[in-house]
């Protein structure tokens, strides 16, 4: 499986943008990034998730690299509510069979108000 | 809608004893998976099934874990002859969909205490 690298933790103030970084430099031409985060004592939620394209959602965006090898989840006003643990994770589609997501350490983030 | 369900949320169990944790998904969705977290760690596959094939097992720590979805809906965790190391946050998640794009929706877990 294929590995991201994030940092252990962020801060942000709140009402402020925060830009969670993640690289991913064996990605392969197959692999979705996926973002997902958990918020404390709750399971892990869906964030949003592409393939080559910058995304966005009601909850974030997504930027990514040209080359594909990082990204960057973009939360656009921080809320105290953003306090979580952020997973950048790869899952590949090129079977039908869909894939298992892996799981890192993530990225803890703290809100300032 | 209702979420992924998962049952008992809190499960206190004597060493050696067997338990069985179960996950019922979010109607229509084809895929399960099951994982396992423990404090402070992010969660840990274990195994998942598109419809009642397993697919993937290569999570499972030993032979006393098994999982199954007989009918490719409610899906059961079973630990056989349990162990202290055992207790963890064990999670479910359904997806409505086999491909890689499809998004995991995730259960609030059952806590399995082993004492």
């Known amino acids: 499986d294929a590995k991201t690298t994030q940092p252990n933790s962020m801060e942000s103030n709140e009402e402020e943008p925060v830009h969670l970084p993640c690289n991913h430099s064996?990605?392969?031409?197959?692999?979705?990034i996926h973002w997902y985060r958990q918020l404390p004592s709750q399971g892990p939620e869906y964030v949003i998730h592409g393939l080559t394209s910058n995304v966005n959602n009601r909850m974030a965006s997504l930027a990514i690299a040209e080359d594909r090898k990082s990204s960057t989840l973009i939360l656009h006003r921080a809320t105290l509510r953003d306090a979580a643990v952020y997973y950048c994770i790869l899952r590949d589609s090129w079977s039908n069979q869909g894939g298992k997501l892996i799981f890192g350490q993530g990225t803890e983030l703290s809100v300032k108000p | 809608g209702a979420g992924v369900s998962q049952s008992p949320r809190y499960k206190v169990t004597k060493r050696g004893q067997d338990v069985a944790l179960r996950c019922d998904p979010i109607s229509g969705h084809v895929s399960l998976y099951w994982y396992r977290q423990a404090l402070g760690q992010g969660p840990e596959f274990l195994t998942y099934?598109?419809?009642?094939?397993?697919?993937?097992k290569s999570g499972l720590p030993n032979d006393r874990f098994s999982a199954e979805r007989p009918e490719g809906s409610i899906s059961t965790l079973t630990i056989q002859r349990t162990e202290q190391r055992d207790s963890a946050m064990y999670r479910c998640?359904?997806?409505?969909?086999?491909?890689?794009?499809?998004?995991?929706?995730f259960g609030n877990g059952t806590r399995l205490t082993v004492t």
């Open positions: 064996t990605i392969s031409g197959t692999d979705y």
């Open positions: 998640a359904s997806s409505p969909e086999r491909a890689g794009n499809s998004p995991l929706h």
């Open positions: 099934f598109n419809y009642e094939a397993q697919q993937d």
